[in-house]
């Protein structure tokens, strides 16, 4: 059974920064590409970085390009969101997801993580 | 870039059905078959309902069902059910190489 778990969440001043991490268990972690989509507090989903199999690709949403990386442990089936400059507006629950290998287009997600809640407030 | 354009809201009755519209433009929904849906209850992880615009996951009912045309996708839902209620978000991916998620629709059965 697949399973997503996020970690690293927490309450953090503007301009810090903090490392979301998701670890994965129930598949084999390096066959599938992994995102991170984040939801704000009441409102929609916001997709915001994809890494692929190997971690050699990653591609980023403006709103948080050049202030957040993503990268990945296969050997600890970790996959990570490191965010820097954290802005208010960034607060959200952050949810790692897996795209699957077997099925389809692989540009959509099967599995997702519980969520971690950021929060950025001074 | 802006999101996908959902209905904010919708609601039926039990046993009818509705229509969820996601429109986009034609450098994402028109451009790929990559279309997919997903409900959500509050507090929750979103459930993949609908992928590549009409395929439906093993365990996902046939009550659920995609379609597309043009730079509009629909999600449609018929006999409804009190467990259908829930936030319903489109994703389509884009021709940046990029994801886009719809707004969001809120249906109350």
């Known amino acids: 059974q697949v399973h997503l778990v996020e970690s690293g969440g927490g309450g953090v001043q503007p301009g810090e920064s903090l490392r979301l991490s998701c670890a994965a268990s129930g598949f084999t972690f390096n066959n599938n590409v992994m995102h991170w989509v984040r939801q704000p507090p009441g409102k929609g989903l916001e997709w915001l970085a994809l890494?692929?199999?190997?971690?050699?690709?990653?591609y980023f949403a403006d709103s948080v390009k050049g202030r957040f990386t993503i990268s990945r442990d296969n050997s600890k089936s970790i996959v990570y969101l490191q965010m820097s400059s954290l802005r208010p507006e960034d607060t959200a629950v952050y949810f790692c997801v897996r795209v699957p290998v077997d099925l389809g287009s692989q540009t959509f997600f099967d599995s997702w993580g519980q969520g971690a809640l950021v929060t950025v407030s001074s | 870039q802006s999101a996908l354009t959902q209905p904010a809201s919708v609601s039926g009755s039990p046993g009818q059905s509705i229509t969820i519209s996601c429109t986009g433009t034609?450098?994402?929904?028109?451009?790929?078959?990559?279309v997919s849906w997903y409900h959500q209850y509050p507090g929750k992880a979103p459930k993949l309902l609908i992928y590549?615009?009409?395929y439906r996951p093993s365990g996902v009912s046939l009550r659920f069902s995609g379609s597309k045309s043009g730079n509009t996708a629909s999600l449609t839902i018929s006999g409804l059910q009190a467990e259908d209620e829930g936030d319903y978000y489109c994703?389509?991916?884009?021709?940046?190489?990029?994801?886009?998620f719809g707004g969001g629709t809120q249906l109350t059965v």
């Open positions: 890494i692929s199999s190997r971690g050699s690709t990653t």
């Open positions: 590549d615009v009409s």
């Open positions: 034609s450098s994402d929904v028109g451009s790929f078959d990559f």
């Open positions: 994703l389509s991916y884009t021709i940046s190489s990029t994801w886009i």
